[in-house]
């Protein structure tokens, strides 16, 4: 059973360039989360989803930002005309069920992105 | 701030020595989890306390919650090189995870 994956692991854009960061939750989970980290700081949620539906979308920036997550495939984190700001660890986690009183969270690796 | 407190934000220890990070939060929870970040990796759950709970304890891992204080601390004791990480505090705020800012701990050989 393979874990949550998310790719590419790195992401490099120019300026005013599109992103697209793809996460394949864990085999049964129907429950994806996206955080930002910014170098040397905690996770910052961004947005909740589950199949076809985002649930909570209070992390996301009001411009440029998307989420989805798709009936079938990966859920995609979408970054319109990037800016160096943008430039972070970006974090997929997936859960089972709706984040119950005891459940914890599985995390993939993160995308690096670099806005140049 | 949506964050959680961590202190300290830095700490540096040699090989066989406790660890100690504390962590304050500022809602009403039903759990309290630590998470462990390797440098530049996903994170590892570690353990979870639920607000029931005053101590728990997972090998060399002992985390305490004080609800009155709404603050947890995690120890880990005859630390190891291998435990150098960034250590997170998580609690379920509305159905999301908060983080704190972190906890870097250097285990010196």
């Known amino acids: 059973n393979a874990g949550v994956m998310q790719n590419p692991r790195h992401l490099v854009r120019r300026r005013g360039q599109e992103a697209r960061l793809r996460c394949s939750p864990m085999?049964?989970?129907?429950?994806v989360y996206w955080y930002r980290q910014l170098p040397e700081e905690g996770l910052k949620f961004m947005v909740y989803?589950?199949?076809?539906?985002?649930?909570?979308e209070s992390g996301m920036p009001k411009e440029r930002f998307s989420a989805e997550f798709p009936k079938e495939g990966p859920s995609i984190l979408r970054i319109q005309q990037v800016v160096r700001g943008d430039s972070a660890a970006y974090f997929c986690?997936?859960?089972?069920?709706?984040?119950?009183?005891?459940?914890?969270?599985?995390f993939g690796s993160g995308t690096q992105l670099s806005v140049l | 701030s949506q964050q959680g407190e961590e202190d300290p934000q830095a700490l540096s220890i040699q090989e066989g020595e406790n660890a100690t990070m504390n962590c304050s939060y500022k809602?009403?929870?039903?759990?309290l989890q630590w998470y462990r970040q390797n440098s530049g990796r996903g994170l590892v759950h570690l353990i979870l306390?639920?607000?029931?709970?005053r101590e728990k304890h997972s090998g060399r891992l002992r985390v305490t919650l004080d609800t009155s204080k709404k603050s947890s601390s995690l120890l880990i004791t005859a630390s190891r090189a291998a435990d150098t990480a960034s250590y997170f505090c998580?609690?379920?705020?509305?159905?999301?995870?908060?983080f704190g800012q972190g906890t870097e701990l250097s285990v010196k050989p």
């Open positions: 306390i639920r607000s029931n709970e």
């Open positions: 986690a997936s859960s089972p069920n709706t984040f119950a009183t005891n459940e914890k969270l599985f």
């Open positions: 989803l589950q199949k076809e539906n985002i649930i909570d």
């Open positions: 998580v609690y379920n705020q509305g159905g999301k995870l908060i």
């Open positions: 085999k049964g989970h129907s429950h």
């Open positions: 809602t009403s929870i039903n759990n």
